[in-house]
């Protein structure tokens, strides 16, 4: 990240790509010796003897719009600063060229645009080596401009006369041809990013992070960290994808995403139909929140999910708020384990009445498995709840469990009256386990009807043993 030399040395890499190039460039014989400078307007001095001047000229510093999201430092609950929001600047400078002598003002203006429009971001390379072979008396070789996530982008900025005029008077200056460009984004950042912790005595409660302590560093890096991925992706936005032409921003609007690590609000900004897309396309687009349709990263729905067929939905989101810093509710949790289900299910696949596939030379041809599987299996009767009916009767449960000879078991389970794919749900938990069809499968059961017919569908080998 960069530091609070970041804006210098912007202006030092501009005007020293600017010089390398018109030194390149040859133009001792049509223009005569060059200078290029930063300097104020009303400082440069123009007449005959000396030299044409082409100068950068910093007349405007903004705050970022994409990189507002990132927001103030985030604080612990002591008011301790854990995280520092990086300060996003877009600077604005106005190229102009000066000279005594027909043309040689537009001659150096328009090489000097050239080499900005053929070059629209400043290289990590190129920084890297401009800043490090500055004299080290300024400083700036220690700017880090080259390390900052973003990558310094130099968009042309089209101002009208009146813009143009407004600025000259400003400068109490002579107006001179001049073209105006932003350079997005430079970012500052403090370096007292995080502070640890302070300890009094040390014991065993006071060694290391608390769950509290851990809670709010994992939040406030999770903040940042998301911060910049949506600035990131909004500032690439500003474009549109098919042409490269500046798209126009429409407004914003805040969108929410849970995660693990905190729920967060993100700054979503919507923009205008591009000239070249077709007119019957959306008026406008939101691509930060098309990027994000879930509002929830998969991560989260995944431990929702597991802890919630495990648990109570309440005892879900009680141990899910004790160890992350999140907040939780029982419908959430409740909507999310369905909505994940539902997507299991889905990939489940068709019922088939056999999953025997091949014959008898097929299986011959086979590799030689591990071992025997065996498959225990159990039902039984439970009394059923529909809605506040507590008296809806009784369903049947199967429940069983698959042991490998190598491997792990794997549980399974299912109500027969409501299951429509019993058959294929013990396929797939078999095949997962590596079951072949030359494998010997050893079902062990208590001998009820519709659990005693389920091997018959799934492999040539099955045996079934009664337990009694
Ligand atoms: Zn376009």
């Known amino acids: 990240m960069s530091n609070g030399l970041a804006i210098a040395a912007v202006s030092a890499v501009l005007t020293n790509l600017l010089n390398s190039w018109l030194v390149d460039q040859d133009l001792s014989g049509s223009v005569g010796s060059v200078a290029v400078s930063a300097l104020a307007p009303d400082l440069i001095e123009i007449g005959a003897g000396k030299p044409s001047q082409i100068n950068l000229f910093l007349y405007q510093v903004a705050p970022n719009q994409a990189w507002r999201n990132a927001g103030p430092p985030s604080r612990d609950a002591r008011g301790n600063r854990m995280a520092n929001a990086p300060l996003a600047l877009d600077l604005?400078?106005?190229?102009?060229?000066?000279?005594?002598?027909?043309?040689?003002?537009?001659?150096?203006?328009?090489?000097?645009?050239?080499?900005?429009?053929?070059?629209?971001?400043?290289?990590?390379?190129?920084?890297?080596?401009?800043?490090?072979?500055?004299?080290?008396?300024?400083?700036?070789?220690?700017?880090?401009?080259?390390?900052?996530?973003?990558?310094?982008?130099?968009?042309?900025?089209?101002?009208?006369?009146?813009?143009?005029?407004?600025?000259?008077?400003?400068?109490?200056?002579?107006?001179?041809?001049?073209?105006?460009?932003?350079?997005?984004?430079?970012?500052?950042?403090?370096?007292?990013?995080v502070r640890a912790p302070q300890r009094e005595a040390l014991t065993d409660a006071t060694l290391g992070l608390t769950l509290a302590e851990s809670k709010t560093l994992l939040a406030g890096v999770q903040e940042r960290m998301v911060a910049q991925q949506a600035a990131s992706y909004s500032m690439a936005q500003q474009t549109c994808p098919a042409c490269g032409a500046p798209r126009r921003c429409k407004g914003h609007h805040q969108i929410v995403v849970r995660s693990l690590f905190g729920t967060l609000r993100l700054d979503s900004p919507r923009f205008r139909r591009c000239a070249c897309q077709p007119v019957d396309s959306p008026r406008s687009s939101s691509p930060l929140a098309e990027c994000l349709p879930e509002r929830t990263t998969p991560e989260l729905r995944?431990?929702?999910?597991?802890?919630?067929?495990?648990?109570?939905?309440?005892?879900?989101?009680?141990?899910?708020?004790?160890?992350?810093?999140?907040?939780?509710?029982?419908?959430?949790?409740?909507?999310?384990?369905?909505?994940?289900?539902?997507?299991?299910?889905?990939?489940?696949?068709?019922?088939?009445?056999?999953?025997?596939?091949?014959?008898?030379?097929?299986?011959?041809?086979?590799?030689?498995?591990?071992?025997?599987?065996?498959?225990?299996?159990?039902?039984?009767?439970?009394?059923?709840?529909?809605?506040?009916n507590r008296k809806a009767g009784w369903f049947e449960q199967i429940v069983g469990k698959s042991v490998p000879t190598d491997g792990s078991a794997k549980c399974f389970g299912f109500v027969t009256s409501y299951d429509t794919k019993p058959k294929r749900r013990l396929a797939e938990l078999l095949k997962a386990q590596g079951l072949q069809m030359n494998q010997a499968i050893t079902f062990l059961s208590d001998g009820g009807d519709n659990v005693r017919d389920l091997q018959l569908y799934l492999s040539p080998l099955a045996e079934h043993l009664l337990e009694r």
């Open 92 to 193: 604005h400078y106005l190229l102009t060229a000066y000279a005594s002598q027909n043309y040689h003002a537009e001659i150096l203006l328009g090489y000097a645009m050239q080499l900005l429009h053929e070059a629209p971001s400043l290289a990590r390379d190129a920084i890297r080596e401009i800043l490090s072979a500055r004299p080290p008396n300024d400083g700036l070789a220690s700017a880090d401009l080259a390390e900052q996530v973003e990558q310094i982008k130099i968009l042309p900025q089209p101002l009208n006369t009146e813009e143009l005029s407004k600025l000259w008077s400003a400068f109490q200056s002579r107006y001179r041809p001049s073209a105006a460009y932003q350079i997005s984004v430079v970012l500052i950042e403090g370096t007292r990013a």
């Open 302 to 388: 995944y431990l929702e999910a597991k802890w919630a067929v495990l648990l109570p939905f309440g005892v879900t989101v009680d141990v899910l708020e004790e160890v992350l810093p999140l907040q939780a509710r029982v419908a959430t949790v409740y909507r999310h384990t369905q909505q994940v289900a539902e997507r299991l299910e889905g990939e489940l696949g068709d019922e088939q009445p056999f999953f025997i596939e091949g014959c008898q030379r097929d299986w011959d041809a086979l590799s030689r498995p591990d071992g025997p599987l065996t498959v225990g299996i159990d039902g039984g009767y439970v009394h059923a709840r529909d809605g506040d």
